[in-house]
């Protein structure tokens, strides 16, 4: 593949995981699940793209933050959460040789660490930063973890390229 259409495919691979990271948020805040103290954002599942190709770190990643002021957050959300979902997708992406259901990991604990504190000092949300880290650390097993590791196996086991 040429130097050309090489940058081409991984702009436009990039530019579809922000996209599929946006539209899975918005579908997860019409349900009312995407943001505040319990929080199940379905787009985190993609957080394991990264294992199939590099696009996805800074797909994930703009995703994320045009995801954060579409909700409508504050600076410091839309900057501290995408920058945790960077740190989780740089996580996946050198996990990638490893075993699949550890790929998911650096994106729960580098929610579970930053989210809390944008709660409780960005929002001013009352409760305590380990109330906040367990109950963000749920959402990112169930989104990242469960689901993450089934749309990862699902692309394997089909070999989807992506």
């Known amino acids: 593949m040429n130097r050309r259409k090489s940058k081409t495919s991984f702009i436009t691979k990039a530019a579809?995981?922000?996209?599929?990271?946006?539209?899975?948020t918005e579908i997860s805040a019409m349900l009312g699940i995407s943001s505040g103290v319990i929080q199940f954002r379905l787009s985190e599942m993609f957080?394991?793209?990264?294992?199939?190709?590099?696009?996805?770190i800074p797909g994930l990643f703009i995703g994320c933050f045009i995801s954060n002021i579409m909700a409508g957050g504050v600076i410091w959300d839309a900057v501290f959460g995408s920058i945790a979902t960077l740190i989780g997708a740089i996580g996946a992406w050198f996990l990638r040789k490893k075993n699949v259901y550890l790929v998911p990991l650096p994106t729960i604990a580098?929610?579970?660490?930053?989210?809390?504190?944008?709660?409780?000092?960005?929002?001013?949300?009352?409760?305590?930063?380990l109330f906040f880290a367990?109950?963000?650390?749920?959402?990112?097993?169930?989104?990242?973890?469960?689901?993450?590791?089934f749309l990862?196996?699902?692309?394997?086991k089909y070999k989807i390229e992506f």
């Open 110 to 129: 580098a929610n579970m660490l930053i989210v809390p504190f944008v709660l409780r000092y960005a929002y001013g949300t009352e409760g305590g930063l």
């Open 16 to 24: 579809v995981v922000a996209a599929l990271y946006v539209v899975l």
């Open 152 to 156: 990862a196996k699902t692309l394997k």
């Open 134 to 149: 367990l109950t963000v650390g749920i959402g990112e097993i169930v989104t990242a973890g469960v689901l993450g590791v």
């Open 47 to 56: 957080t394991v793209l990264p294992i199939f190709t590099p696009a996805a």
